[in-house]
């Protein structure tokens, strides 16, 4: 399989120049600047790109590279920081600029015959943070391109298959960043781009297949997308060798227990154990208002009915769980080997053994996930599923939890997402939801004075959840919904919308 190797000295869009190489279907994957020499010969890459990062190349504190690297005979593209190191590993000079260059910025194209600028307009805009730059060229090199602060914005030794970007090429801002990559990828590096989800569909099979042998495989399903799609694929390599252990806490969205249940006894093989534990978790939770204290207790409680039922399975085979690309990477850090703690990552009791840990999407990002999950034949709207909270409605409940509450939330909830889905405006949405705040006020009925509960609207758009902005949802759709719930859903008489960002609020009231 072809291959590109992304060699990440911490910069804050390593991630998203490897997405973008996946987008035009070549492998690419992210390996530390740590990773030896040798490593790198073995694995044949067709190219390789170094990314950015915050430090200055002549602190040599700061991540280095040996230059040995540049003789490969493997094509090299550096970006900002990757860049100034190639120029520096060439014997180059790098050095600090009065004023540094942030932001959209004019670039010209000197050398119109670069292979990397195949196609690109001699004026474009790109995208550009630095303060360093690149003062001299390395001997060998050509200047391609320019920026009025920045002499050498581009450079290049063909020959030799070397190129070098003080902008980035990854970023959307970038007006022909994609097409340059696509010159890295296609022209340069001879890249065939035949890798797709079809073939990693049957890679994956085959080499689950080997692995497992005829032994068990038992996979914590929490009906999210990520464990879905884990299941769905291992179900396609050892069917009934394969169990999947569902713990309904009674806090999951109207009927999503039942939904998820339907799903996957009958549209994959696999044996599917649903452990209804809501009683459980209520008797815990019950008097408990402080929210972490909510939540240690619900995480224990999870903890315990799902490993008393893995336990059964305990020293048959293998255990699987759904773990994706970027829960274990830590971006821009440079640091790429190392293993994000995730939240909600499974620690195992100490008395559970199998034979190992398979975690079949470990490579993939989200998006990539959602279209191998969509090629086996997951239902779209548990593809598309907007994210949902480990505690699940526990965090949407405040104050104290109880089954009456939860099933009140549930309705307003429900409601909420079926006019979200008629009204098509849902695709707006990073998500939304309901909360219910324990807040009680006056209203009026007939001739009746009501004192009922209130219901709100939280609805966010966002990238990455870091922050976040409250959704400009028109009036007329938060009206209907308002009427709805009002209507149908017994011991409500308000609806409010929450309008505010993260910060300072977050997306969960808990
Ligand atoms: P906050 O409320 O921190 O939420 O702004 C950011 C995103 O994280 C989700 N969230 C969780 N997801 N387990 C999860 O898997 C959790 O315990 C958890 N708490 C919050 C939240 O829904 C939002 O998408």
């Keep these: 399989m072809e291959k590109i190797l992304v060699l990440d000295f911490g910069g804050q869009y390593n991630q998203l120049i490897a997405r973008r190489v996946r987008d035009m279907r070549v492998y690419a994957e992210i390996l530390p600047y740590t990773i030896p020499l040798d490593v790198i010969r073995e694995n044949r890459y067709k190219g390789i790109i170094f990314t950015g990062g915050p430090n200055s190349v002549f602190d040599m504190a700061s991540p280095h590279y040996d230059p040995a690297i540049l003789d490969l005979g493997v094509p090299v593209l550096g970006i900002c920081y990757g860049c100034q190191l190639t120029a520096w590993m060439a014997g180059g000079k790098v050095e600090t600029a009065k004023v540094s260059e942030y932001g959209k910025i004019e670039l010209n194209v000197l050398e119109r015959a670069s292979l990397l600028f195949r196609g690109v307009p001699e004026k474009s805009t790109v995208w550009m943070s630095h303060t360093d730059y690149v003062s001299e060229k390395p001997a060998g090199f050509t200047v391609t391109a320019r920026t009025n602060d920045c002499p050498a914005a581009a450079f290049e030794n063909a020959a030799k298959g070397l190129y070098a970007v003080q902008f980035h090429p990854e970023v959307t801002h970038s007006e022909f960043g994609r097409k340059m990559l696509e010159n890295f990828l296609f022209e340069i590096c001879r890249c065939k781009g035949d890798w797709q989800m079809d073939s990693f569909i049957e890679d994956s099979v085959a080499s689950l297949k080997e692995r497992i042998g005829d032994k068990e495989v038992v996979l914590g399903l929490s009906g999210g997308v990520d464990s879905s799609v884990a299941a769905a694929l291992l179900s396609r390599a050892v069917g009934r060798q394969l169990t999947c252990v569902f713990v309904d806490q009674g806090l999951m969205r109207k009927d999503e227990g039942d939904f998820v249940e339907e799903t996957f006894t009958r549209l994959f093989d696999m044996n599917f154990v649903r452990v209804n534990a809501g009683d459980a978790f209520y008797k815990a939770l019950r008097g408990v208002t402080d929210p972490e204290e909510k939540r240690k207790i619900i995480g224990t409680e999870f903890y315990r009915v799902f490993w008393d039922e893995i ?200």
């Design 311 to 510: 336990r059964r399975h305990s020293g048959k085979g293998y255990f699987a769980q759904g773990t994706i690309y970027p829960d274990r990477i830590e971006s821009g850090k440079g640091d790429a080997d190392k293993i994000k703690t995730h939240h909600n990552k499974v620690e195992m009791p100490a008395d559970v053994e199998f034979l190992g840990v398979i975690e079949p999407l470990a490579d993939l990002f989200k998006d990539e996930v959602r279209r191998v999950g969509e090629k086996l034949g997951i239902p779209h709207e548990l593809v598309w599923r907007q994210p949902f909270p480990g505690p699940g409605l526990g965090v949407r409940v405040i104050g104290e939890i109880t089954p009456e509450k939860v099933k009140l939330l549930q309705e307003a909830d429900f409601v909420l997402r079926d006019e979200m889905a008629k009204c098509g405006y849902e695709k707006h949405l990073a998500q939304f939801f309901c909360v219910l705040p324990g807040v009680k006020s006056v209203g009026v009925m007939g001739d009746h004075r009501t004192y009922e509960d209130l219901i709100v609207i939280r609805a966010v758009t966002t990238d990455d959840f870091m922050t976040a902005d409250w959704a400009k949802i028109p009036y007329d759709i938060l009206g209907r919904v308002s009427a709805r719930i009002t209507n149908e859903v017994r011991g409500v008489n308000r609806v409010v919308y929450d309008v505010t960002t993260k910060p300072p609020a977050t997306v969960e009231w808990e």
